[in-house]
């Protein structure tokens, strides 16, 4: 070859080589600069469209978002996963095996896409309905080889940095001698408040905070928040920065529901966790630049619509199988009040009615009872390998359509964001 060509040759690879490193740059510009990710635990498509029929047919706020897919949620280990391979998967687009928290499963620590964020200065937050250190929201800023390692975990959390926390459950954030879970004696409320942290207790002090940075651990009960407040005032602290923010927002109750095989349950979760969708996608419309994608970690129950023309009945149950059944009397003469009162249903059977009255569980045998109603049957008390529904809305959200796994949420999310991609 003359040295001419060679010169060409030359020539041509270095332009091809300056032109893909302007590509990389061009790809990795972000298109917005805050995202928040809300995930239903044990939310598979019949869980949705149960829940939308129970509501009358309209579509819930998750199916009025432009763009969706379907996604696969496999751990490393086995097909069917649990909360903490998938919220690991959710948080760092790495498969691990069920039980572990942000690491792989040689127990190598994995970055989060929400310490990505922080790195890029971005505020961060983490809600949930089950406890703070439970396997989904721990896996946005925890590492651990166990679900099971709580105490560490809570640690963890306490010492991340995250602007907001609100969950469920402070005993693994106290000592034993406040009251606490903990037995080395660590107070971490007080240690985050002495770091600058707002600590609430109740809906009211949660509404009343004027702190930035803030920690809300609740008990169950009328004093507890509604998703859907959560996210509002997580969303009044982390969208005033510049830079952007990251939210991740789980609804774990429909999970609990359905392992209970409980439709009531799953119908009325739903419904929360999609007023909490609403209420971020409100934010987002209104502040612009703002990726809202909404997925599940894995389906619960094996849930079935086997007579849709029934679904609709769900839609008078005002409380779940076991709140109902914790309005019971002592020997269950009150069932057909209840039923009425809280159900919808004033035409129980005397056989129903002696069901439920002779069950060993009753909360087991209402939830048997309304799903027969409703035309619902569930195959398993446990999870499915059941494919998942993805929905986005904002800039970016196009890149949440068609098949995907769960491994791809946090990439496509980092993409949008300009953090770059990943690890294979």
Request: hydrophobic letters at 45%; aromatic letters at 4%; a negative charge.
């Amino acid at each position: 070859m003359s040295l001419a060509r060679v010169k060409m040759v030359c020539l041509v690879f270095a332009a091809a080589l300056a032109l893909s490193g302007m590509g990389a740059l061009a790809s990795a510009a972000p298109v917005a600069d805050s995202a928040i990710l809300l995930i239903g635990d044990g939310m598979g498509p019949v869980q949705i469209e149960l829940a939308r029929e129970a509501a009358g047919g309209a579509p819930l706020a998750m199916e009025r978002m432009p763009f969706s897919g379907i996604m696969t949620t496999h751990a490393a280990d086995r097909a069917v996963t649990d909360s903490a391979a998938a919220g690991t998967a959710l948080a760092t687009g790495r498969k691990t095996n069920n039980g572990m928290i942000g690491v792989s499963p040689a127990g190598e620590r994995l970055e989060t896409i929400l310490e990505r964020c922080r790195k890029a200065h971005k505020s961060t937050g983490i809600i949930t309905t089950d406890a703070l250190h439970g396997a989904t929201p721990a896996s946005f800023a925890a590492h651990a080889e166990s679900r099971g390692m709580r105490s560490e975990i809570a640690e963890q959390l306490a010492a991340s940095g995250v602007q907001v926390m609100l969950g469920f459950w402070r005993g693994w954030f106290l000592p034993e001698s406040a009251g606490g879970s903990r037995e080395d004696d660590q107070d971490l409320l007080a240690g985050m408040r002495r770091s600058g942290y707002g600590v609430v207790f109740t809906k009211d002090e949660l509404a009343g905070a004027k702190e930035q940075r803030l920690v809300g651990l609740f008990d169950d009960g009328e004093q507890a928040p509604k998703l859907a407040e959560m996210v509002t005032a997580a969303l009044d602290r982390l969208s005033v920065n510049a830079d952007g923010f990251f939210l991740a927002v789980e609804g774990a109750r429909i999970d609990w529901k359905c392992h209970g095989s409980d439709p009531a349950g799953s119908v009325l979760d739903t419904w929360e966790f999609d007023e909490a969708i609403a209420a971020a996608l409100d934010r987002a419309q209104r502040r612009g630049r703002t990726l809202v994608v909404v997925t599940a970690d894995h389906e619960t129950g094996g849930l079935s619509i086997d007579k849709p023309r029934l679904t609709s009945s769900l839609g008078a149950v005002t409380l779940c199988s076991e709140a109902l059944a914790a309005k019971l009397n002592s020997d269950r003469t009150n069932v057909a009040e209840v039923l009425a009162a809280h159900a919808g249903l004033s035409d129980v059977t005397p056989a129903e009615l002696e069901e439920v009255k002779q069950a060993e569980e009753s909360a087991a045998a209402i939830a048997a009872l309304l799903s027969k109603r409703a035309g619902v049957s569930w195959g398993t008390t446990g999870h499915t390998a059941t494919r998942l529904r993805v929905f986005a809305y904002g800039p970016g959200a196009e890149r949440f359509t068609g098949e995907m796994d769960n491994t791809d949420i946090s990439k496509r999310i980092g993409e949008v964001l300009g953090l770059g991609s990943f690890p294979p």
